[in-house]
């Protein structure tokens, strides 16, 4: 077979019209800043975070610069000082150890299991031998545990949460929206994201004295009362002398591209699904590809897909993502000694202090990584999924 498949892994889908006409209107009125309202009027800014805090099911939210900042404002609310060790997951993107450094805290690295999922052992005996009080949970590529055996780990450990819900937007765990778990949850509206404004970040918590501080540290100079998801003016009263104004807000015309894709993101997460969940079947039927476990209780939103060359030698797997590239179809190996992208190892960040975990690093050397840009229909689909099927027999022992 010789097909090639043409299409570009990186291509979205354009912005709503109902968005890019909000979008030139606002320009008309050159009020782009988030407090430059006029009388009463609700800046965009101020609706995303309404309207965003009521589909969450959070009373309050932040919108923000990026993913990265609303963790890193989100870390300082909830109290991380210099120096403190603060857990996150081995197998993460790179924005991730960069908000724990930003606040001067130190990373400290737990093991992830074949599904892709923190290993709770792991994560116990770290959190007891670095001391820390803080986990920031990486829903990385949108695997989401046993959140209610991950969460008791944590009220046992007296370890405070901070999701990160950067490929989970729309994901649920028995129900309950991913991101509101932990104390705090950081979403990403970078433009691989679920909702797509180039850049921006929103960060949701139920603690009004978390999320008073939050806001003053975006950077809301006094004006923090046109916020549309914040708490009551008084509990700003002490918080607004003592919190550093760290400029990180959010614009009026992202959060117009936001706001007009909103009513469409529960249906992209279905199309994305739809496209996710026919790559899966079709590649857990190739010998030599292991696909991650989903339990039942999860409900994950297929944006991405991962999976396993266990039947693959290590050494050749460069030679098959070249192989599939070649007929158009994208493979990110996490194996990859050199960072590339947005693909990277942990021990590439080497700001951390060194750190080793052998059971990540051998599920990333054979982890295969693919966007699912819903610019594929289904049919694009099947002819990647065959694509990988095809060269794999090549490759497989
Ligand atoms: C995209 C992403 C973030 C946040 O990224 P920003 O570029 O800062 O918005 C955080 N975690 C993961 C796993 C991500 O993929």
Redesign the pocket.
């Known amino acids: 077979m010789s097909i090639t498949f043409n299409k570009s892994f990186t291509q979205q889908e354009s912005i709503p019209e109902a968005g890019i006409d909000a979008a030139v209107e606002l320009m008309r009125t050159g009020r782009l800043h988030r407090y430059n309202s006029v009388g009463s009027e609700l800046s965009a800014a101020a609706l995303l975070e309404q309207e965003y805090a009521t589909w969450q099911g959070r009373p309050y939210c932040l919108a923000c610069t990026?993913?990265?900042?609303a963790?890193q404002i989100g870390l300082r609310a909830m109290g991380v000082q210099v120096g403190d060790a603060v857990l996150t997951n081995g197998y993460?993107?790179a924005?991730?150890p960069g908000a724990i450094v930003n606040v001067g805290a130190n990373p400290v690295l737990v093991e992830i299991d074949e599904n892709y999922h923190l290993d709770l052992v792991d994560l116990r005996a770290k959190a007891i031998s670095s001391g820390a009080r803080v986990l920031v949970l990486?829903?990385?590529?949108g695997h989401i545990p046993d959140m209610t055996a991950l969460i008791q780990v944590c009220d046992e450990l007296d370890l405070a949460v901070l999701e990160?819900c950067?490929?989970t937007m729309g994901g649920s765990w028995q129900g309950q929206r991913s991101g509101n778990f932990g104390v705090m949850a950081?979403f990403?509206?970078?433009t691989?994201?679920h909702m797509n404004t180039g850049?921006?970040?929103l960060l949701v918590c139920n603690d009004e004295q978390m999320m008073a501080r939050a806001i003053m540290h975006s950077g809301s100079y006094m004006l923090y009362e046109r916020h549309g998801a914040a708490p009551a003016p008084e509990v700003f009263e002490e918080v607004r002398y003592v919190s550093a104004n760290m400029s990180g807000r959010m614009d009026n015309l992202r959060a117009t591209l936001a706001l007009a894709q909103l009513p469409e993101l529960e249906g992209n997460c279905v199309r994305w699904n739809e496209r996710y969940d026919l790559l899966f079947a079709k590649l857990s039927q190739v010998p030599g590809l292991y696909l991650p476990r989903r339990h039942k209780d999860e409900h994950y939103v297929g944006s991405s897909i991962q999976f396993m060359a266990k039947g693959i030698k290590t050494e050749q797997i460069p030679d098959f993502v070249r192989a599939c590239a070649e007929q158009g179809v994208e493979l990110k190996w996490f194996g990859e000694a050199e960072p590339r992208a947005?693909t990277s190892r942990y021990d590439s960040w080497r700001y951390l202090a060194p750190q080793y975990l052998p059971h990540t690093l051998s599920v990333l050397e054979k982890t295969l990584d693919m966007r699912v840009p819903l610019t594929f229909d289904l049919e694009d689909c099947a002819l990647v999924a065959d694509i990988i099927a095809e060269q794999c027999k090549r490759f497989v022992d």
Do not use: C
């Not at 990026?66 to 900042?69: D, F, I, P, R």
């Not at 990486?138 to 590529?141: F, Q």
């Open positions: 990026s993913g990265g900042y963790m993460t993107l924005p991730v990486s829903l990385m590529r990160d950067a490929h950081a990403s509206l970078q691989y994201k850049e921006g970040g947005f």
